[in-house]
Each structure stands twice: as C-alpha cells, then as structure tokens.
C-alpha cells in the first residue's frame, strides 16, 4: 500500500478547488509534497486557474500544459436542494462537467483521476449500503450524480482509465460556507439565537468530519491503480442518527436553550434512511474514521464561533 510519501513532487489538479473540500484537500496535498494547481469558476490566483469545467477545450490545454498526473474532480453542483430548483443546471454541470474531465484525462494518458460520487445514488436500498448495490436515484441531484457515476466506470472499463469513485456521506466541518446545508446552517442559527429549522426530522443520516474525508482522498490519491475492478469504495462512519437528533445536539453543544422551529410536511422524495458500509475501504485501503459526531461537531461550532465572531 502507498503512503502519503508516494505524493511528493506529484502534479496533481483540482476541480473546484476553492469549495470547502477543495481547499481542505489541497492544503494537505501541499503538506505532502506534492504540486497542486486547481480550477475554480470564480477564482483565480498563482496555482488555480478561473476555468468552467463545461469548457472542455481549455481543461485539455490546461492538463497538457501542466503536465498532470493525477487529477480530483470536486467541481460541480453538490447540494441536493439546487437539483430541485435547478434541474437542467445540475444535470449539465455535473454530467457534461464529469464527462469533459474523462474525456481529457484520457486524451492526455493521466496515470489516475479521482471521480466522487454520493451515497445518495443508492436511494430507496436497504441499509447500510454496500458498494455493490445497484443504483435507484430519484431526485436531479442524485440522478446527475448516479450519471456521473456510471459514466466514469465506462471509461474505465473501457479505456482502461485509472478511475476511482468513492461515495461519501454528508461531509461536515470548519470552512464549510455553503449555510444551504444542514449542519452550518444549524450552527449559525444556533450561535446567532435563532431557532433552527427541521423538515420532518425522523430521517436517518450519517456525517462523516473533513479531516477522515480528506484521509480517504490521500487513501485515493496514493494507491497504486492496478487495482482491477475494486474502483468504487463507500467512505462513512458507524454513527447514525436522526435529523432532529442532530439539530438538538448541535443547540446542546453550542450552550444554546433553543426550540426547534418545526416545518411538518417534511422533504419530498426524501429517503427515511441513508448510511454505508465502509468495510471494503477498512480492508483494501486500511481506511477508517477517526472523528467522532461529537469530537467533529465542537471543532466544528469551535470554528464558526471564530468565523461569525460570536461568544
């Protein structure tokens, strides 16, 4: 098994790097060595390049002018709610976004690219879920990224592509700006002293904290790719817990006495259960989760406390 050594001196691109993974990621692949640039739609800087992922032309150039070798593709729509607003926007972004990343990645002989993918394209299976499962999406959001999913194992199936696609659970941590998604919108309601808002609240989910996610992306980016068909690895914890178990244990932590603000009707199309087994990744990839729902949550209101500069 390769260590995070093997990284040293790699080139390795990022899409979407300035998102909340995006720059948790390459902040410890520079710590290992290795040379980082990334592609962002709004940013540019020395190393990240402002570049839609939907140009496909320029990501070619860019990955022959760079000389890559491995490249992580973060770019791209990742919040369920945008696909329910936005469906045309979320299934061209993340679909023709993917495609032109396979596409280049093959014309330019890249030794591994790293394509995540979502528990959510399990849908409606029995938990938890196993890597094997066949997919049965519902909403855009998951249907995009079930898309995104299948189409990379065909590149790489056949083209002989070095593709990996790890499915997470819900990320969660410091620097997560997006307030549409459940944890940092909780939090900063609840620093703020405002009642946080739950939908139904009986659903079943599992977190998974930055730092054991970027662990699993080192794991990726560090393996050797002759790994036959093992390609696809289910990265989660063994905490489950109900959505509304979760907004009063943020309130507890966060030294708040605050109701719940109740929206009865619940989400539509939502899945009462999601979480995976991660035994494959524990035994191929000697990966597992060191970050407690506990530990995670007051490093993580630790951080938003700072941020909102709130006491």
Not at 293 to 307: D, M, P, Q, S
Request: charged share 20%; aromatic share 8%.
């Amino acid at each position: 098994m390769n260590t995070i050594q093997s990284l040293k001196n790699k080139i390795i691109l990022i899409t979407g790097i300035t998102g909340f993974v995006g720059s948790h990621l390459a902040k410890k692949l520079l710590s290992s060595g290795a040379v980082v640039f990334g592609t962002s739609r709004t940013h540019r800087s020395k190393n990240t390049f402002k570049l839609s992922v939907l140009n496909r032309s320029a990501l070619s150039k860019l990955l022959k002018k760079l000389n890559v070798s491995i490249c992580i593709h973060l770019g791209g729509v990742s919040i369920v709610q945008t696909g329910q607003t936005s469906p045309y926007h979320t299934f061209k972004t993340n679909i023709q976004g993917t495609l032109n990343i396979l596409e280049c990645c093959r014309q330019n002989g890249l030794e591994k690219v790293i394509i995540p993918s979502t528990s959510h394209v399990y849908g409606n299976n029995t938990v938890p879920y196993l890597e094997d499962y066949p997919p049965k999406p519902s909403r855009p959001y998951e249907t995009s990224k079930t898309a995104t999913d299948i189409i990379s194992q065909s590149y790489a199936e056949t083209f002989d592509l070095p593709v990996f696609i790890p499915r997470f659970v819900n990320i969660y941590g410091p620097g997560d700006l997006n307030f549409e998604r459940l944890i940092p919108k909780t939090i900063k309601n609840a620093l703020l002293d405002r009642p946080p808002t739950m939908w139904g609240g009986k659903v079943k989910r599992s977190f998974l904290y930055i730092d054991d996610a970027i662990d699993a992306y080192i794991k990726l980016a560090s393996l050797k790719p002759q790994l036959g068909t093992n390609r696809i690895f289910n990265f989660g914890t063994g905490e489950v817990i109900t959505i509304e178990a979760l907004i009063k244990k943020i309130i507890k932590l966060s030294s708040k006495k605050l109701v719940i603000k109740r929206i009865e009707e619940g989400r539509e199309h939502e899945i009462p259960s999601q979480y995976v087994s991660w035994k494959k990744a524990k035994r191929i990839l000697k990966w597992e989760p060191k970050v407690s729902l506990n530990a995670g949550l007051k490093k993580t209101i630790h951080w938003y406390r700072k941020f909102l500069a709130v006491s």
